[in-house]
């Protein structure tokens, strides 16, 4: 239990207890506690594991390498709910940048920053977006004091589970936000399947949340609720669980084969050149027809079986305005 026995995110007295789950990662042992008062689970050690750690963690590095380019559900969601609101707009932990370049097509004017200098390098050099940068909340509040009270919206999807000082977080948000301006957020949904969240963990994931918990959290600081919502697991996710847990038993390596083939062809002729492009092309086909047929059944089956249950919410997204009178 934490020093003093209080829960770190409403610092409300807490009773000696154990806690409901333990995980251990590289020799730490972590304990999941849930708080009565404001309904967070957070593990303790409550720690950041720092930049370093998500440069070098597989998850991370791989996006950073071959960056998304198009916006998630959440990125498209957060525009529309602001249809006809236009201004600056800040993303905290803005990763490759994929949702700061849907923002500025839209009329914002992007901003962002991340600790992980592979994901600001690629915001940067693949999306050519103007003013990102490799730093902290703490150091861009302190090195652009003319930039506090001026931001309109700000984001930060999937980063609030990473935090471990959450109410330092809310106290510079609130600084940086125009007086009637936004915030917007994602994360794991608390209740959601456990086997299709396996990464909703320390050191990488710290806490847990749900409707109640989140709302009452960022009320508690200041900021009114727009729109609170889970979101559900699409089929699409259920087929690549499937694929990605026993697509090796199943490859063909049709992909392979038809690159190997496409680099040993030197005839430079036009139309001997377009022949591996297409071929490609049906390969491609005929995998993803695969992918369907093997583990379309059983990504099915899970669909229907969550389906009506509030395990196949896997994610959390919140939209709240912060109060006039801050």
Not at 84 to 110: E, Q, Y
Not at 156 to 170: C, I, P, S, T, Y
Not at 259 to 288: D, F, H, N, V, W
Not at 293 to 299: K, M
Request: proline share 6%.
């Amino acid at each position: 239990m934490r020093e003093g026995n209080q829960c770190p995110l409403c610092e409300a007295s807490l009773p000696s207890m154990g806690g409901v789950e333990k995980h251990i990662d590289a020799g730490t042992t972590y304990t999941l506690y849930e708080c009565e008062h404001c309904g967070v689970a957070f593990w303790t050690p409550l720690k950041n594991p720092g930049g370093e750690w998500y440069e070098h963690d597989e998850r991370y590095a791989g996006a950073n390498k071959n960056p998304p380019r198009d916006p998630n559900y959440n990125h498209r969601l957060t525009i529309s709910l602001l249809t006809g609101k236009k201004g600056r707009v800040l993303d905290i932990g803005c990763g490759t940048g994929n949702f700061l370049s849907h923002a500025m097509k839209r009329g914002w004017i992007p901003y962002g920053i991340d600790f992980d200098a592979n994901a600001v390098r690629a915001a940067t050099d693949v999306f050519l977006l103007p003013n990102i940068e490799l730093a902290s909340l703490e150091d861009f509040v302190k090195n652009h004091t003319e930039l506090h009270g001026t931001f309109d919206l700000i984001t930060f999807f999937d980063v609030f589970e990473h935090l471990d000082a959450h109410r330092l977080f809310a106290e510079l948000v609130a600084d940086l936000l125009t007086p009637d301006g936004y915030i917007a957020m994602s994360m794991p949904y608390r209740h959601g399947a456990r086997w299709l969240q396996p990464n909703d963990l320390p050191p990488r994931h710290l806490t847990r949340w749900d409707e109640h918990s989140l709302t009452s959290f960022w009320r508690r600081n200041g900021f009114t609720q727009v729109s609170v919502r889970r979101v559900p697991v699409p089929f699409s996710a259920l087929l690549m669980k499937f694929r990605f847990r026993y697509g090796k038993a199943f490859s063909f390596g049709l992909i392979t084969k038809v690159e190997t083939s496409a680099k040993k062809s030197t005839i430079g002729t036009q139309a001997t050149i377009g022949i591996p492009s297409i071929q490609y092309r049906l390969l491609l086909l005929a995998a993803r027809t695969k992918d369907l047929l093997l583990f379309g059944i059983p990504a099915g089956f899970s669909w229907l079986y969550l389906l009506g249950r509030r395990e196949r919410y896997t994610g959390l997204y919140a939209l709240l305005r912060k109060d006039h009178h801050e």
